[in-house]
């Protein structure tokens, strides 16, 4: 008789005898001890790690009690483990020279892994505002990634779908204005996003300036440089009219840096778009622009003479 060639599957032995309970269990996430050495940190993690007095506290008691949160991380393809979350707790461990610590292992695509990430340091009340902006791109791209863009013919006619920020407003209970003035932040050159950080140049201002040019953004830390003063939100906003009109010289931040403080709010100067109504109609846009840089400078001399220290 000839033989089928068919081969029957046969269950193996343990799962014949393994109970609904064990097989539950072998379903649960566990905890597990892996060596630090084979934990890597995020790619692109918003998060500072720094040795500072969280640190310390960090430190103080994971030496007295260990580390009694798990941390989250994913297999990587090329080996080792991507953390998600525990950086300032790997770190401890590592100063505390501890070789493993308790991680649950998940599997997650780079979305997920991001939106577990930023949601689980996000509520921190010690972020910088460089942190909280590129945790919010992050976020932010990664849901619209997931969710997909709502077309602006429901959105603006029907409402039958909500945008990617609003829906993350409401997850984060921020609003959708705060997201992305936070998010501008990430258009900033690193140095002077760190002047934000370091509460030198204030958030409003930041928020103008991101809009120049990175060529623009240079020049200012030179203006600034050469100044001595920090943009207000007024002189912000003119440099950023400045530079739509593909106006905005190192020349023009330094007038506008040499202002008495105070000045825009009450007679200052006002950018030649606002203005153009004023000049008769044959001034071009550069007879606007050099009649304006004039006035500056000449109200810059007549702070000079009132103050000589400067």
């Known amino acids: 008789m000839k033989s089928s060639g ?4 046969l269950p193996a032995y343990d799962d014949i005898f393994s109970t609904e309970e064990s097989r539950v269990d072998d379903a649960r996430e566990k905890v597990v001890q892996i060596p630090l050495s ?9 998060f500072r790690v720094l ?3 969280k640190m310390q506290e960090t430190v103080d008691s994971i030496a007295e009690n260990g580390v009694l949160v798990p941390a989250i991380a994913r297999p990587r393809p090329e080996g080792g483990y991507e953390l998600i ?12 020279g501890l070789e493993t610590m308790p991680v649950i292992v998940r599997d997650l695509t780079d979305d997920q892994a991001i939106l577990m990430m930023v949601d689980s340091n996000i509520q921190r009340e010690t972020l910088l505002p460089s942190e909280r902006a590129f945790a919010y791109k992050m976020r932010l791209d990664a849901m619209k990634r997931t969710h997909g863009r709502p077309s602006l013919r429901n959105v603006s006619q029907f409402e039958t779908q909500k945008r990617t920020d609003q829906l993350m407003a409401e997850q984060t209970g921020e609003s959708r204005a705060t997201i992305q003035r936070y998010i501008r932040l990430t258009q900033l050159l690193p140095e ?6 370091n509460r030198k140049l204030g958030m ?3 928020v103008e300036i991101s809009f120049l040019t990175k060529e623009e953004q240079a020049d200012l830390l030179d203006a600034i440089e050469s100044e001595q003063a920090m943009p207000t939100l007024a002189q912000a906003q003119r440099m950023k009219k400045f530079s739509y009109a593909k106006r ?3 020349d023009v931040m330094r007038a506008i840096l040499g202002e008495a403080r105070g000045a825009d709010r009450s007679t200052g100067v006002i950018a030649y778009n606002d203005l153009r109504e004023y000049y ?11 009649d304006i840089m004039s006035y500056v400078r000449k109200r810059h001399l007549k702070h000079q003479r009132k103050d000589p220290s400067r």
């Open 38 to 46: 084979e934990l890597h940190p995020f790619a692109e993690h918003p």
């Open 248 to 250: 905005l010289t190192v």
């Open 6 to 9: 068919k081969k029957l599957s």
């Open 51 to 53: 040795d500072d007095e």
């Open 204 to 206: 409003n201002p930041a």
């Open 85 to 96: 979350s525990g950086h300032r707790r790997k770190h401890g461990c590592e100063l505390l």
């Open 192 to 197: 002077l996003l760190d002047m934000v950080d």
């Open 280 to 290: 008769p109609s044959h001034f071009t846009d550069q007879m606007i622009h050099d």
